[in-house]
Every structure is written in structure tokens, then in C-alpha cells.
């Protein structure tokens, strides 16, 4: 079994993190890991991509165009951006919140409405949900990252267990901010629950 991720966001969203936490989990849970990441303006919320897989065997470090199981996204317009990475029966589990470009132009119109819609043309299993008040209601909204990860565990997008994703969240955060995003990644799942997203 070989499985392909990108996770995609911006600067400052924790994409790295998520990154490196799906990483701990899918190594511990036996699995040969991959990842790379590459980098915008990170300072500046620019875009941020890693690619991430996991399995029995892995070739390289980079995804492929087409190439992805799921697509992980902290930032909506960043998904639309990376979907040529999906392969076509592919899944998405974003947060549902934009971060407009500091360097618009005041003719720019950004939508989340329409670009989800665009994005739900194209991939049927999507699931984009405000993880940002997810986030905010545990407490720090830098949980988010976390609390997006969560939902992608919960649901069964990603092929390993919610339990272990907990025990990395235990073992890998620090101290003072553990408890925080355990909380963020519980009440995601709760969320996920109720709305019935979980497959």
C-alpha cells in the first residue's frame, strides 16, 4: 500500500507541521515515509506545499501531477490551486476560511463561495469546513492545522488510525500547547460527527 498527500496552505498556517505530525504517525504506525516541501513567501503568506507519502514502498519525494489520494488544505484558494496534483477519484478535506493576498489589487474579487463550487465540480468526496472557529473555540486559533489533520484521521480520508494521530499529538507537541490541540483535534472530530461527514 502507497499513499500520496499534499498538504497546502500558507505562510505561518503550520503546513510543515501538519506535515511533520502525519509524517510521526503514518512512520509509527510502520509505514515507509517521503516528504518535501516547497516553499513561497512563507513570511509573507505565500503559498506552501508538502508532499508527503506513505506505504510499503515509496519512489520519490515529489507527487506527481494526478498523482495525490487526498489533498489537505489549510487555505481554500490554495486547494484550488494544487487540484491538478489529485488523481481523479482523489479526496479533498479543506478549511473553509480564504487569506486574501496582501498584494491584491483593489480590481481583485476573491470568493469562497465560487471557488468552493469550482472546487466541487471537479472532486466529488470533499468535505470544507470552518476549522478556523474550530481552532478558535479550543482555544488558539494556530490550532487549525491540527484540527484540519484531525478531521482527515477522523474520517477515514487517510488510511491510519485517529487514535495514533492522538498518541503523536501527545508524544510530538509541546507541553504547554498539548492540551490545546488535542482539544482542537476532538472537537474537530466532534464536528465531523455531527454534520455526518465521516465516511
Not at 503546513?15 to 513570511?43: D, K, P, W, Y
Not at 503559498?47 to 494526478?66: A, M, N, R, T, W
Not at 474537530?188 to 455531527?194: D, G, K, N, R, Y
Request: charged share 20%.
Amino acid at each position: 500500500m502507497n499513499f500520496s498527500v499534499i498538504i497546502c496552505g500558507v505562510g505561518g498556517q503550520g503546513v510543515v507541521l501538519a506535515s511533520r505530525l502525519l509524517a510521526i504517525t503514518a512512520m509509527n504506525s510502520g509505514f515507509h515515509v517521503n516528504t518535501a516541501e516547497t516553499l513561497g513567501m512563507s513570511q509573507r503568506e505565500g503559498s506552501v506545499v508538502s508532499h508527503l507519502q506513505f506505504g510499503d514502498f515509496i519512489k520519490s519525494s515529489l507527487i506527481p501531477e494526478g498523482g495525490a489520494d487526498l489533498i489537505i488544505g489549510l487555505e481554500l484558494s490554495e486547494v484550488a490551486r494544487n487540484l491538478h496534483f489529485l488523481k481523479k477519484n482523489g479526496k479533498i478535506i479543506t478549511n473553509c476560511k480564504m487569506i486574501l493576498p496582501s498584494a491584491r489589487s483593489s480590481n481583485e474579487k476573491y470568493d469562497s463561495e465560487q471557488i468552493i463550487n469550482f472546487i466541487n465540480k471537479y472532486v466529488k468526496s470533499t468535505i470544507c469546513i470552518d476549522f478556523s472557529k474550530i481552532a478558535k473555540i479550543a482555544g488558539n486559533p494556530k490550532s487549525m492545522n491540527v484540527s484540519v489533520l484531525s478531521a482527515a484521521f477522523y474520517t477515514g480520508f487517510l488510511p491510519l488510525e485517529y487514535n495514533d494521530f492522538l498518541k503523536t499529538i501527545e508524544s510530538e507537541i509541546p507541553e504547554k500547547y498539548r492540551a490545546i490541540n488535542l482539544n482542537a483535534a476532538k472537537l474537530s472530530a466532534e464536528t465531523i460527527m455531527l454534520e455526518g461527514n465521516n465516511e
